[in-house]
């Protein structure tokens, strides 16, 4: 599978998603969104708009427990997957900015490393020799994230409802389309048609680095995804050039919009920040990585 395949698969599955919350809307079929969704009495909420709810409440309900603890075990299985292969927002963003994900650097897949991958990476080896020691850059990530989660919930029980319910970009897109759809099938014309879409455009234009280090539902989808064990990319030093013929490489490095370095563990992402998307693997030249089952 290469690279324009994959991004093509993966807007596929995120649009498919996103087509599935908007016919459920205009077939009345009672589906919900991403916030909340699910098929009859079948049904499964944001854990982060749980613990949001649970918190503003100071109350748990039973069947949000258990869709809580049902999406964390499967984070805990599959890894962060939603962020890679669902969630709309790297949809929206391939809309405003012609880019999937966020802040990857462009590597040519050729046999030889580029020399902005050169330059970038030997910039970055000079930088670090001023600061903290390796590993350092992924904590201070994973901790900026668990700062933000902490506000949301934080606020949420300071004034009582879900705080951060009002700005998610996840919500917010779907509201939009919700809103597009009133206005087509019932002429309700509503100001969520200007003022979510501006919302949504500031948090991805102004805070580019919305998914890795600020948007608290990643951050909450890191913590389940500590435990995930299946579907961790692997590199076959065998095949991996820097290894086998000595050149510097990091093109898997470059390609992951988390800075996830799978091979040394220097970057600033930490692996359990990886979304499956396949970006690393797709980006070595060598075909050195995989995404094995176990």
Same mark, same amino acid.
């Given at each position: ?70 999406? /964390? ?57 001023? %600061? /903290? ?30 705080? @951060? ?25 509503? @100001? ?31 913590? @389940? ?30 390609? &992951?919009? @988390? ?17 499956? &998307? %396949?970006? &690393? ?14």
């Amino acid at each position: 599978m290469n690279k324009n395949k994959t991004r093509t698969l993966r807007m596929a599955t995120m649009a498919t998603a996103t087509g599935l919350v908007v016919v459920g809307a205009i077939r009345n079929a009672g589906t919900g969104s991403f916030s909340a969704f699910g098929i009859e009495n079948v049904a499964a909420i944001c854990p982060l708009g749980t613990l949001e709810t649970a918190v503003a409440s100071r109350d748990i309900m039973p069947t949000m427990l258990i869709s809580f603890l049902v999406i /964390a075990a499967l984070t805990a299985l599959l890894g962060r997957v939603f962020c890679g292969w669902i969630c709309p927002v790297p949809l929206v963003r391939k809309i405003l900015t012609n880019e999937i994900d966020e802040g990857q650097r462009a590597v040519e897949n050729s046999a030889a490393p580029s020399a902005a991958a050169i330059t970038i990476l030997e910039n970055e080896e000079k930088t670090k020799s001023f %600061r /903290a020691p390796a590993g350092s850059d992924a904590a201070r990530n994973y901790q900026s994230g668990l700062v933000v989660l902490g506000i949301t919930i934080g606020s949420s029980a300071i004034c009582g409802f879900p705080v @951060f319910c009002l700005i998610c970009p996840i919500g917010l897109i779907v509201a939009t389309l919700l809103a597009l759809i009133r206005l087509i099938h019932f002429n309700e014309p509503t @100001f969520d048609l200007v003022i979510f879409p501006l919302v949504v455009v500031a948090e991805l234009m102004l805070m580019k680095k919305w998914c890795s280090k600020w948007c608290p539902a990643g951050a909450l989808l890191s913590i @389940f995804s500590k435990f995930n064990r299946s579907l961790v990319p692997v590199v076959d030093r065998s095949l991996c050039r820097e290894e086998s013929s000595d050149i510097h490489c990091q093109r898997c490095r470059s390609a &992951c919009s @988390f800075d996830v370095d799978i091979k040394n563990g220097s970057g600033a992402g930490d692996i359990s920040d990886c979304t499956k &998307c %396949r970006e &690393c693997a797709e980006a070595c030249p060598a075909q050195a990585i995989r995404f094995p089952w176990r």
